[in-house]
């Protein structure tokens, strides 16, 4: 089963608006990591945080990380057409080796 | 550097033939992992090596997909013989064995059997 859960599964927005996608997860973490895929692409790293850590960011991104409530939140403010992708969360913890758990995708459209 | 390299980028093949995907790692990335991805099932692990040992293959569908690492710079995935059902894209990604696990991916090959 999956470990990360995105919702919501699909987000149309206009640019310039604010994008904020959640992931679940149900078992304890050292890691928590977002992912971009561009349609036809590899997957490309966001961010990462980290268990101990509550908020981080990176340019227009904004993660945060609540442990107690399993869940993590990808914020993306003033979107841009080129934001248009799937995003991924994806976790590892203590027993999980090098392997990530990747979640189901949010596909995010940003309608110029 | 230029990132992880994948080969090839498209195959077509006819269900029963042999098909051997390859990749190449991030020089100095010691765990490489396979991937497939499709609309029904999502992004799944196949197989991840680290140190070009196999480390947990438990994704592999079944028999038919086997895969190697005879070094570091080199790995590939086989199915044989292929069926429809094995359509998909596969990746490869590449990271550290230590440290974050921020994972590279390769472009991806897209199989498709008829």
């Known amino acids: 089963s999956q470990q990360g859960e995105e919702d919501p599964q699909a987000l149309s927005i206009q640019e310039g608006e604010n994008a904020t996608m959640n992931c679940s997860y149900k078992?304890?973490?050292?890691?928590l990591q977002w992912y971009r895929q561009n349609s036809g692409r590899g997957l490309v790293h966001l961010i990462l945080?980290?268990?101990?850590?509550r908020e981080k960011h990176s340019g227009r991104l904004r993660v945060t990380l609540d442990t107690s409530k399993k869940s993590s939140s990808l914020l993306i403010t003033a979107s841009r057409a080129a934001d248009t992708a799937s995003y991924f969360c994806?976790?590892?913890?203590?027993?999980?080796?090098?392997?990530?758990?990747f979640g189901e995708g949010t596909q995010l459209t940003v309608n110029p | 550097d230029a990132g992880v390299i994948q080969s090839p980028r498209h195959e077509v093949t006819e269900m029963g033939q042999e098909v051997t995907l390859r990749c190449k790692p991030i020089?100095?990335?010691?765990?490489l992992f396979w991937y497939r991805q499709t609309m029904m099932r999502g992004l799944e692990l196949l197989i991840y090596?680290?140190?070009?040992?196999?480390?947990?293959d438990s994704g592999m569908p079944e028999d038919r997909f086997s895969a190697k690492m005879p070094n570091a710079s080199f790995s590939t995935l086989k199915i044989q013989p292929s069926e429809p059902r094995d359509s998909a894209v596969y990746f490869c990604?590449?990271?550290?064995?230590?440290?974050?696990?921020?994972?590279?991916f390769g472009p991806g090959t897209r199989l498709t059997v008829t």
């Open positions: 990604a590449s990271s550290l064995q230590t440290g974050p696990l921020e994972q590279y």
């Open positions: 078992t304890s973490i050292n890691n």
């Open positions: 945080i980290r268990s101990n850590e």
């Open positions: 994806a976790t590892d913890g203590e027993t999980s080796g090098s392997r990530l758990t």
């Open positions: 020089s100095g990335h010691n765990s």
């Open positions: 090596f680290n140190n070009n040992v196999p480390i947990d």
